[in-house]
């Protein structure tokens, strides 16, 4: 699959699965790919094996942060093809015991900060009449998960968000594709802290019988960013080895 040519920007794409789509939107030809995070610990390496990566600050839940940096690689680069929304966090808990402060946490970074960050880049994807917009939702999001009420809302939100926006953005004939990918258990620094029990009835439940690696969403998410795609638009792609939990 090819990016020849094309700028990105990757929410989150400083380790875990964004910088998995770092990598692999670099290795398919990405003329420039932007990892946006709050922090790079160990990205130096990215950037020395892929001379297209470039990284900037960046935090989705903070709008004048998310229109700067959109606005930096504009100027920079002359436009900006494909945004992907993957900055995410979890603040598990059952109901009872979730605060306010772990639901407002999560909704911010999960969904308001996929809708900034989206509406950051349309201008400059209307003006080009182009486009590509992913969101990472999750397999939680359709089908919930016990103590994830927050995170099952922000998934299940993006979900709405991506069928809404690929029916908006495409007014007026504008060729923006807008879609999401939805993971099942990624092997990332976010699921180190799920417990290992939990971990392997996930696996039971999956009939490829493994859990993901972040190169597997990395995969996916190159075709939806390809021309591959072009007639690809107001999809959740599962892409969670047939679980069903
Ligand atoms: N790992 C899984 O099993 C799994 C499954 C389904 C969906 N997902 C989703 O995939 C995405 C990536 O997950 P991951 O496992 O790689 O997580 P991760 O925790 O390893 O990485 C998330 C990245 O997002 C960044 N981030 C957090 N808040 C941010 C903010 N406000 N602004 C900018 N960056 C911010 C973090 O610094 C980190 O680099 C998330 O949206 C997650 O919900 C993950």
Do not use: H
């Not at 926006?165 to 939805?182: L, P, T």
Request: aromatic share 6%.
């Amino acid at each position: 699959m090819n990016l020849e040519g094309k700028v990105c920007l990757v929410t989150g794409g400083a380790r875990g699965i964004g910088r998995a789509i770092v990598e692999a939107y670099a290795a398919a030809g990405a003329r420039a790919v932007y990892a946006g995070d709050l922090a790079f610990d160990g990205f130096d390496e990215v950037e020395r094996q892929y001379p297209a990566v470039k990284r900037i600050d960046l935090n989705v839940t903070n709008r004048e942060s998310s229109e700067a940096a959109v606005s930096r690689i504009v100027t920079d680069e002359g436009g900006l093809d494909v945004l992907v929304n993957n900055a995410g966090i979890t603040r598990d808990g059952l109901v009872q015991k979730m605060s306010d402060d772990d639901w407002d946490a999560v909704i911010n970074v999960n969904l308001k900060g996929v809708f900034v960050m989206t509406r950051a880049v349309l201008p400059t994807m209307l003006d080009a009449n182009a486009g590509v917009v992913i969101s990472m939702s999750s397999v939680v999001g359709l089908d919930g998960n016990i103590g994830q009420s927050n995170y099952a809302a922000t998934k299940g939100g993006v979900v709405s968000m991506t069928r809404t926006w690929a029916k908006e953005f495409a007014r007026k004939g504008a060729q923006i594709r807008v879609n999401a990918i939805a993971p099942g258990f990624i092997r990332t620094p976010m699921t180190e802290t799920v417990p290992q029990k939990v971990l392997d009835l996930m696996v039971s439940k999956t009939p490829l019988g493994r859990m993901g690696e972040a190169a597997d969403i990395a995969n996916a998410a190159t075709f939806l960013a390809s021309d591959a795609a072009s007639f690809v638009t107001g999809q959740v792609l599962r892409v969670d080895g047939g679980l069903v939990f």
